[in-house]
């Protein structure tokens, strides 16, 4: 004797109140997913625009920085500024240059 349990169900099994209530069910379930969907989603995009967010103060920063950097490398090497630096440097000026000739006879001339 073999002990098999087979379940034959068909639409005229179930009751009226019985399909309302599966597809009751089915709504809640499909409901709950998405809404579950919606919020990773927006969890997602709220990281995101933070990112975005700091990333931009970091380049506006940045951008400052480097104007303030160019400003101070002009500074740096204005004319006055290194007339001043050579003053202070105790370089003597020159009053008189002289030349090293090269006779037409050795290597270097060559």
Known sequence: MSHALVLNLEMRDFSPWGMKL?????????????????????????????????????????????????VNFSKANSLTNIDGYLSNQDFEKVSQVKYIRILESSVAAK
């Open 22 to 70: 599966f597809w009751v069910v089915l709504f809640s379930i499909s409901i709950a997913a998405l809404l579950i969907f919606y919020i990773l989603q927006i969890n997602f995009l709220t990281k995101e625009i933070y990112f975005l967010q700091s990333d931009e103060t970091k380049v506006n920063q940045l951008s400052g920085e480097n104007e303030t950097l160019k």
